[in-house]
């Protein structure tokens, strides 16, 4: 376990209280040997002297009788007893130490003895006794007592406590999700805590598990204030944000802000649990929110058994200092907890300051929150079971009355000689009692066609349930006797539910279409997108060559889902329009003009309209757009339509409305995956390339086997600077999608990248072996093998490279003074040029 200190059982003069020294070591530091010191005189001796009596009251320890404690001759005189030292730290050493006018065992902290002639250092001292002293808080350790031994070195006496670190606990768990929900109660409380402290302006900046104890009666501390900081009023936010620091209450008397400061540019702190300013030294950024990075550390750790980074100290450093999250955020992806759970612990985890919540107390509401939840969601999941258990009961009892009269019944009817009569009459009961059944049922259903419909297509739980409902109703009414009215509105529900099944898996395969094809950025996979969009219009009865405009803005118009179905032909316009500017498609310009025009005819919404309009135009109007972002039908759009939206802002060069947009459509659909993948590809195109990997991470958390995005991500890491990242992403977009050349270009330039030239070299090949016409495999082939001295190879893959890429109209690769390159080389090189062949004459 990282940061314990060594075993100090055998050491001399200490207690015999494994728990507690255990305790004690964990919150203040390595253990060392004992220290030289006196205490102040004792006031009850001074009291019995005058008293004649013993005035000792001593209450028992946990689980033992109760004793006495009878001062030896050798401190009858002392208030204090010193039983043995716990630790030693820089500054100061903590010796377990007995209270005998208080009959209590404390920790009491002295400076060291070098110390004492340093005044930086005693002041550093006393302000963390005074700053312990004054945060009065069930989380805090108290502080009892400030005092001076004899040699005038500074003392102060707190608290002594017994139990065991978060970080021995979590390391006893045999899986992260061993009793996650005790670990989140005790995280709760820690946010709870630190939230208290950054009111009263105090931050903590060594907050880690090893540095919160849970005692043995569940009581939660935080300790070890050592490197605490006082939050100044005068420094703005550095970071941009506009925000100045809060006004602080905790006072130290004679006080110099400057002296309490650590050197510019040090290190103060665990790099495991801390954010990128601390672990640069960057002093004057340094706020409320490194706590808030280090309680999203504990809680990564809470719920994947790891803190944010792993590895030696070295590595562990270097990521921090830049911020390096992408293991933490797989790790998050992948450890089941609720996204709501894992969200906070990303937003915390934010490796910019103005990113992050702005205090503890932000991260304790959320936490609270979401536990708050959990509680009413198994209060409603009790009261389901007893109301369930109620009903059978009342049910098992229905039957039985039932039964009994039904004999009696039978009893008259067989001595009466009415067998047809009663025959007749349980048939016309099993009809009620049936029909009044599937009512129920269709009635449970009907609410859930009407939930359905209205949720986005990211959500398909209520889809889910609706299918099982309907299959429950087609079984029962195919099964049971039911009067002619009941079988009539069942059979009509039924049908209903098969459109309606059949306009949503209709909505359901585009999108799947898209989240396939769009994340990837290549003329390979749109084209494939274009043609199975156009089939799946088709199989829906939209033949987009066959129909003409008007009977298809009539077929999407008087549909049950037409905003959705003219979303399907406008990503279909949309491919069609990125394969004709890369010169794939046969669609000219107005051709496309026209295909929008459909758009308006089919779907006449005037908000949508507005939006498309904008869209479509070749210079969109920021006074349109920016009532459109402000518009009260922007809460009720389409998750795609406020994409566009944000898209428009972007090409009038407004960044700022652009990420307001995309930022409140993410608030109504958060887990939207085009949605946010969206976003991630325009804060990359507006160069925020680390905000853009932080909203591809959460794309991956909603579709963790997306090839496009593990690509774009790989992408990305590479445009960052970290190799070993985008090669780790793109191999699993390989994983996920081993046939598409494109993402093996991405692997070998990677690879590249990072040095690894024969491996960047076989992904090349592997992309053309899978497709021999891929222009960027050759040329980046030519320059891998010119690179390794092969260049007539090289010359040839560069030509056959440059032949296929100038096909398009928009080749941007400088494939041509790549080629002049490597002849000059060959040239240079002295061996044989490569003859032009001469017209008719190749042989000679």
Known sequence: MPNQPPDRRDAPGEGDDPELEAGLRAGFGPVSAMVDAREPVSILVELEDRLGSDTRLYLRNEGDELTSAPLSSETSKSRYEMLGEIARGGMGIIIRTRDHDLGRDVAMKVLRPEHADNVAMVRRFVEEAQIAGQLQHPGILQVYELGLQPDKRPYFTMKLIKGRTLAEHLEDRRTPDEERRRYLGIFERVCQTMAYTHARGVMHRDLKPANVMVGNFGEVQIVDWGLAKLIRTEAAAPDGDGESGRDTVIQLPGSDASASQSIMGSVMGTPAYMPPEQARGEVDRIDERVDVFALGAILCEILTGKPPYTGDTTTILDNAKDGHLVGAHIRLRDCGADEELVEIARGCLAPRLADRPRDAKAVAEAVTGYLASLEERARASELAAVEARAKAVEERRARRLIIALAATVLTAIVVGGGGVLWTQQKQLERIAADSHDINEQLNEALQLLATARETPVSDANPWINLRAVGARVATISGAVTLDPETRERASAFLDELDRADRDRRMIERIEELVIAGATHDDTESWTAMEAQLRVALEDYGIDLTAMTHAEISDRIRSSSVTPQL??????????????????????????????????????????????????????????????????????????????????????????????????????????????????AFHLEMTGQMEKGIRYLHRALALRPTNSGVWRRLGVALREAGDMDASIDAINHSVRYQDDHAPTYVDLGLSYAEAGMVTEAIDAYRTAIVMNPDLPLAHCYLGRALQGEGLLHDALAELQRGHELGSRNPTWQLPSDDWIAECRGLIEDSGRENLPEPEPGNRDG
């Open 566 to 679: 003219a979303d399907a032909l406008e990503l279909w316009i949309g491919t069609c329009g990125f394969l004709s500017f890369n010169g794939v498609s046969g669609y000219t310009k107005e051709q496309m003009i026209r295909w929008t025009e459909v758009l308006y005819e089919a779907d006449p919404d005037p908000y949508r309209t507005s939006v498309r309009r904008q869209v479509y135009s070749n210079e969109p109007a920021l006074a349109v757009l920016t009532p459109l972002a402000h518009s009260p039908e922007f809460d009720t759009a389409m998750a795609r339509t406020l994409s566009w939206l944000a898209s428009c802002f972007l090409r009038v060069g407004d960044i700022p409305a652009m990420e307001d947009v995309f930022n409140r459509a993410l608030i109504l659909y958060p887990t939207d995956f085009m949605l946010n993948f969206d976003y």
